[in-house]
């Protein structure tokens, strides 16, 4: 190996087959690759097993999973502990329709006599009719009290980023934002009804509603202003990008004036 005439060869894939179906693939070394394998362990293994964690086990000399499981057992009695997981695909195959029930359905008729600080909120996509691939999205929100409008560019259509534009506004209100209005339909599910939202509304104490899906009258108020402030201003091409970006968010400071 020092003298670099060793090269790895290609290793066999073995398919092993799953208990709930499917294959898992296994890599088979060759007899060389275990020589060349126990070599490193023997030349790094003194000098990196004295700086290991006592609570590392993984690929370690006289350590496994069961000695790990056994110290875990004991310490979850002595100690606060936080419990980390993952599931793959959570936020791709969570049932939407359980957040949507803890969401209050709010009807064009529940506006009357409405203080400052209730907005409607809604996204454009500027996807010039192709919705693949990412583009700038449009965060559009009215107090339906005063009629105060923002428009806020966003760099792509996710939870994240909605929240953050929100959060850009409230530094621009002229007063206290109490509640959020959006649509519940399909379309709106990934940036409108999701766990994120529903977290930081209730750290903010903010309201948080839904109109009735698929009725567009339940948003009045946003969506006549999206007509002649975004889709007549800006149109319907498709933007993306920073500079992008950054020109629609000057543009929109000039309309918010």
């Known amino acids: 190996m020092s003298s670099g005439c060793y090269f790895l060869p290609a290793v066999k894939a073995a398919p092993i087959p799953k208990k709930s179906g499917g294959e898992?693939?296994?890599g088979v070394p060759t007899g060389s690759d275990r020589i060349a394998q126990t070599v490193v362990t023997m030349t790094l293994e003194p000098i990196l097993e004295p700086v290991f964690h006592d609570d590392?086990?993984?690929?370690?000399?006289?350590?496994?999973?069961h000695d790990a499981l056994a110290v875990t057992r004991k310490r979850c009695w002595e100690r606060d502990w936080v419990l980390e997981?993952?599931?793959?695909?959570?936020?791709?195959?969570?049932?939407?329709?359980?957040?949507?029930?803890?969401?209050?359905?709010?009807?064009?008729?529940?506006?009357?006599?409405?203080?400052?600080?209730?907005?409607?909120?809604?996204?454009?996509?500027?996807?010039?009719?192709?919705?693949?691939g990412v583009f700038l999205n449009t965060l559009v929100m009215?107090?339906?009290?005063?009629?105060?409008?923002?428009?806020?560019?966003?760099?792509?259509?996710s939870a994240a980023d909605v929240i953050n534009g929100i959060i850009v506004a409230i530094k621009l209100m002229p007063f206290e934002l109490n509640g959020l209005d959006t649509d519940t339909d399909a379309d709106s599910d990934s940036e409108f009804i999701n766990l994120e939202m529903l977290d930081f509304c209730e750290a903010h104490r903010i309201t948080f509603t839904g109109a009735r899906a698929y009725k567009k009258n339940d948003q009045a108020y946003v969506e006549e202003k999206n007509r002649p402030v975004v889709r007549r201003l800006v149109g319907y091409d498709r933007f993306q990008g920073t500079k992008a970006w950054e020109a629609l968010a000057s543009f929109y400071c000039v309309v918010g004036k």
């Open 85 to 132: 997981y993952d599931i793959r695909g959570l936020f791709d195959h969570i049932d939407h329709t359980l957040l949507k029930n803890q969401i209050q359905v709010r009807t064009f008729a529940d506006w009357d006599d409405v203080t400052p600080g209730f907005l409607e909120i809604d996204l454009f996509a500027h996807c010039g009719g192709d919705p693949n």
């Open 56 to 65: 590392s086990y993984g690929d370690r000399r006289g350590k496994s999973a």
């Open 24 to 26: 898992r693939i296994l």
């Open 142 to 157: 009215i107090d339906v009290s005063t009629g105060w409008l923002r428009c806020m560019p966003l760099l792509k259509k």
